[in-house]
T-cell receptor, first 112, second 113 residues
């Protein structure tokens, strides 16, 4: 059974640029959640996708957007990057909306 | 607003010592509770979870947690820690119909051999 994978592992961008992060969910999982984890903090919920529809959103501005594809993989897009967007971005998949979430290794984003 | 508090940010123990990490949440209704662990250089892994039933939950690697509804607590325990338990421990809560997991700030545990 393949676990959750994310790409890229590391990324460096400059302010104002746009970034796309990718996540492949665990086999059989139809729900993907995205989190932002700043250094020394717990993860903060960005949004969740269930069967290609957004199914809950945290306190993040609209420049954070996402997609889920028919194979349940997902993308997180961030426009107009700001320095404070520097963080570890985590993707988690689950069998369904309220089931246990399994995490990928994360993408570490640095905005200069 | 819903929140999760982890009381200990940094804990240092010697091998064979007992461990208890505190976790309290603020929400009056039905909750699902989780403890995740992040070993150095690895991704977050589920340690144990509580959805319903027996409030004493046993997880992997000898960890257990007790849900005390009256205290809004879900403390993590292990009777005898090992050096390999050195990691960051996170408590998380999924409350009501909200789909998001709310996380504590984490507790960094260092176990000296």
């Amino acid at each position: 059974e393949t676990g959750v994978t994310q790409s890229p592992t590391h990324l460096i961008k400059t302010r104002g640029q746009q970034v796309t992060l990718r996540c492949s969910s665990q086999s059989g999982h139809n729900t993907v959640s995205w989190y932002q984890q700043a250094l020394g903090q717990g993860p903060q919920f960005i949004f969740q996708y269930y069967r290609e529809e957004e199914n809950g959103r945290g306190n993040f501005p609209p420049r954070f957007s996402g997609l889920q594809f028919p194979n349940y993989s997902s993308e997180l897009n961030v426009n107009a990057l700001e320095l404070d967007d520097s963080a570890l971005y985590l993707c988690a998949s689950s069998l369904s909306m309220d089931e246990t979430q399994y995490f990928g290794p994360g993408t570490r984003l640095l905005v200069l | 607003a819903q929140s999760v508090s982890q009381h200990n940010h940094h804990v240092i123990l010697s091998e064979a010592a007992s461990l208890e990490l505190g976790c309290n949440y603020s929400y009056g209704g039905t909750v699902n509770l989780f403890w995740y662990v992040q070993y150095p250089g690895q991704h977050l892994q589920l340690l144990l979870k509580y959805f319903s039933g027996d409030p004493l939950v046993k997880g992997i690697k000898g960890f257990e947690a007790e849900f005390i509804k009256s205290k809004f607590s879900f403390n993590l325990r292990k009777p005898s820690v090992q050096w390999s338990d050195t990691a960051e421990y996170f408590c998380a809560v999924n409350a009501g119909n909200n789909r998001k997991l709310i996380w504590g700030l984490g507790t960094s545990l260092a176990v000296n051999p």
